[in-house]
């Protein structure tokens, strides 16, 4: 049989996309693109990993916030723009409350949020893609109403959680992952938006520290991969690692702080998040505390029955800020002069009180 005719009538219905790179000649270089700058590069697919309870989805909530508002993602600059979450973990009173957490750390509200959707899957069959006969993958129904969506709203960024329970293949099957991976790229390139898979690491690959699992062609079908990893000495420190980075260099850990229902920065050049946070924290404290003492209620500075940081905590108007955040917020005031500890009650029996500084 010859090809010849076939091929010829094949190439004049479906050419391929050949380029004479001369025609680039003195043309303007295009400039590369990021949604995170030298994180996650715009158009393409990037990894998220993290074990289990380490914060992914919450780290991918606070990049959506962020792109939302126009703010910087653990000191990054972003590319501002709507963002889309399709989410099979958590159903919708959880991301409520997720979301809700991560817009109050920043000092904002809900109504805040343009441009963010949020597919919650939770419960319902998420499976984007499935193995086939032919040994390769089937992109399912889901898809291709993600697709549709995606097509319609044009989000700046497509957030999908996680893998394990939206691709229905086989892990370590080499051709089905990087089928599956270059559906995804498609997606992104074919919209103009990025692509975050979010996805758990084997438990070698919690071991290594690389945050793998299943066939290499999960991170060698992606263009950049980063790793959430916790800190075993400390339950609320996570360092953020860049695995692979086609773009850009590898080898950057961003050192995060749990606090309050979302990520701050541990350390690095810009304190600005951190600071936000704990002035919020302040200012609840600081606003239940009045609102109580003016109520007749006096409170220790000391662990009691009547520790201020304790009590605060449990009224209503706490927003959610726990013990520890609150006695951290109250230190914070008492450093600051705006709080200041007094003593009262007769000379014999003589105690301490926490109360408001006079005002200059």
Request: charged share 20%.
């Amino acid at each position: 049989m010859s090809w010849g005719p076939f091929l010829e009538a094949e190439l004049a219905r479906d050419p391929l996309p050949v380029i004479d790179p001369r025609e680039w000649q003195d043309k303007p270089v295009p400039p590369r693109k990021w949604i995170v700058q030298d994180l996650i590069p715009d158009g393409v697919v990037t990894n998220l990993s993290g074990d289990g309870g380490t914060g992914k989805t919450l780290t991918a909530i606070q990049l959506m916030t962020a792109m939302s508002l126009g703010l910087p993602w653990y000191g990054k600059p972003v590319q501002q723009g709507p963002a889309l979450l399709y989410t099979a973990e958590d159903d919708a009173e959880e991301l409520h409350r997720r979301f809700a957490a991560v817009t109050a750390s920043s000092g904002h509200r809900l109504a805040d949020l343009a441009g963010v959707q949020i597919i919650a899957m939770a419960g319902l069959d998420a499976t984007l893609a499935t193995g086939n006969d032919l040994g390769g993958i089937s992109m399912s129904a889901q898809f291709a109403k993600l697709s549709k969506i995606v097509a319609d709203t044009k989000p700046r960024l497509v957030a999908i959680d996680p893998a394990a329970d939206v691709y229905a293949g086989d892990e370590i099957n080499r051709v089905q992952v990087r089928q599956f991976v270059q559906k995804l790229a498609k997606l992104a390139l074919d919209n103009e938006c990025a692509v975050l898979l979010l996805s758990h690491p084997s438990l070698s690959g919690m071991m290594s520290g690389r945050g793998t699992s299943g066939s290499t062609a999960w991170s060698n079908s992606v263009r950049s991969r980063l790793y959430l990893q916790a800190d075993a000495d400390d339950a609320d420190r996570r360092l953020l690692k860049v695995m692979k980075a086609n773009y850009g260099a590898v080898g950057e850990e961003i050192a995060l702080r749990w606090n309050n229902g979302a990520f701050v920065l541990d350390q690095g050049p810009d304190g600005a998040a951190t600071s936000l946070t704990q002035r919020v924290a302040d200012d609840v404290f600081l606003a239940t505390f009045i609102k109580l003492n003016a109520q007749g209620q006096n409170f220790s500075h000391k662990p009691c029955a009547t520790y201020a940081p304790k009590k605060i905590s449990e009224h209503p108007d706490s927003k959610g800020y726990n013990t520890k955040a609150m006695a951290a917020a109250m230190q914070r005031l008492l450093d600051g002069g705006v709080l200041k500890i007094m003593t009262v009650g007769p000379p014999s029996k003589p105690r301490s009180v926490l109360a408001l500084a006079p005002s200059n």
